[in-house]
């Protein structure tokens, strides 16, 4: 499986339309992937409205440069995804990927209309609500951002499907494999079975984040783009770049004799970056035994706390939290600790950054032993 690689240092438009255009030329070229007429569904990051500087959102300069290269193929293109809080369009619009759209006169899909499919060899899942253009399309380009992510250590192209199931049945999903391991099991399955449809990945890692991502962490130059055909050998092939071991992205350690029986081929620039930060939330109990896993998630596993300084009572975390287990009091979110299943959804949809991630003694008192 063919992965390719192309520097790019800036989010200047020319520069990461012919990064792109190199990725994408040197694994087969867009017409490869996209035939005359097609129906075309791009479906960048949109984890939740912010301004691209953040960084938690696919760029719009990506986004312009795979509508260029896939218009002279097809006019039927379209863009979506189904971020967490906000309207598909709302978010496109802070983004800055809606201007992209208008500018080329590219329809927007809200993923607001969804529709049951089975999947009977699922292993942990024997069907999905999925927004029906996903399966409708042709054509899936998936543009994931590469991140970091507290729950699954790191995030690009496989996790980004997630946006394939609209708004509340994601969050319902989390309640459903609360355990990383499950929830990890569960992406897999998704990717099986968009993969038919998802002919190409290409990540943005110009600037992508480390920490406590994938929307509260660090923006980090990273300096490149890079595709394939395949998400899940993509999201290896970042992870070896970024230093993440295999074994700590569940992804990538459950798919582990997969991986190592592909032959991998990596195309184009060399890249060497140091090591990515790690999010806070990562321990080194993560792979301890399923028995450990409630003493684990209340002992070790780090603990969401509102900051009430930051906290505006906006209620988006309210809205997203699975276990129904965040209250606005006198104006501030409050979090009944008991039922939470540290699934880090209030952490990540927080637009004022006022979830924060403590450590309880346990875990600490384990670091500085290792030190
Ligand atoms: S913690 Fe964040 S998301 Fe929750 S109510 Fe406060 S500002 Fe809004
Ligand atoms: S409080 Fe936050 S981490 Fe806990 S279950 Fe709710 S959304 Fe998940």
Known sequence: MKVSIAKCDSYEKEEVYKAVKKSIDLIGGIEK???KGQKVLIKPNLLRASKSDKRITTDPAVLDAVIRLVKPITNKICVGDSP???STSFTMNVAGLKEICDKHKVHIVEFCSCKDYKFKSGKKLKGFQLEKEVMESDVIINLPKFKTHVFMTYTGAVKNLYGCITGVTKAALHFTFPKREDFAMMLLDLY????PKVKLNIIDAVIGMEGNGPSNGIPRKLGFISASED???L?????DIAKIRSNDVPILKLNRNKLNKTKMHVLGDKINIEKIIYPKTKSFFDSAPLFFSRFIRNNIRSKPKVNVQRCIACRDCVKICPAKTIKIINRKAFIYIRKCIRCYCCHEVCPHNAIILK???LAKAYSVFKK
């Not at 999201?235 to 992870?239: G, L, P, S, T, V």
């Open 192 to 195: 099986e079975f968009t993969k």
């Open 84 to 86: 967490a809080i906000q």
């Open 235 to 239: 999201d290896k092939i970042m992870c």
């Open 359 to 361: 450590k309880p003694m």
């Open 33 to 35: 992937f996209v035939k």
């Open 231 to 233: 998400a899940l050998v």
